[in-house]
């Protein structure tokens, strides 16, 4: 399967893993799944980070990606043009965070499952989207 990271999925994956309920655990081993990583998710960080309101850890956004990169195996999902066009298409209404919103798209555009703790990601089921919770709390 196809599975695109949440921004806070990817935070518990570096930090946090026990956050991660044993199904996501047994999905994110699973080589036969492939992972994405969205460049919003990484732009959020790098705002959030740089505005104080993210802790990394003594990391920085460049040594969360480097990490990713050596022990993770996952793609890069860029933001293309049309993403941005049609992104109005998107009922705005469950969700007013532009951040997710844009991940809602890409997820629903390439046909990938976002993996997600956020219940309003949740509600756009209705609009194609592929969801998997993902926290303890959750499964």
């Not at 695109?4 to 570096?14: C, Q, R, S, V, Y």
Request: hydrophobic content about 40%; charged content about 20%.
């Amino acid at each position: 399967m196809r599975y695109l990271l949440d921004t806070h999925t990817m935070l518990w994956i570096a930090f946090n893993q026990q956050k991660l309920s044993p199904r996501i655990q047994t999905i994110l081993l699973d080589s036969q799944n492939d992972f994405f990583i969205s460049v919003v998710s990484i732009w959020e960080i790098n705002i959030k980070f740089s505005s104080g309101k993210l802790d990394l850890k003594d990391k920085t956004p460049a040594d969360l990606m480097d990490g990713f990169n050596t022990y993770f195996k996952c793609s890069y999902l860029e933001l293309n043009i049309s993403d941005a066009i049609n992104l109005y298409k998107l009922n705005a209404s469950h969700h007013k965070d532009p951040f997710d919103r844009m991940l809602i798209w890409q997820a629903i555009q390439n046909k990938l499952t976002i993996i997600t703790d956020d219940e309003q990601i949740h509600k756009y089921k209705d609009c194609g989207l592929k969801v998997i919770w993902q926290s303890l709390s959750s499964t």
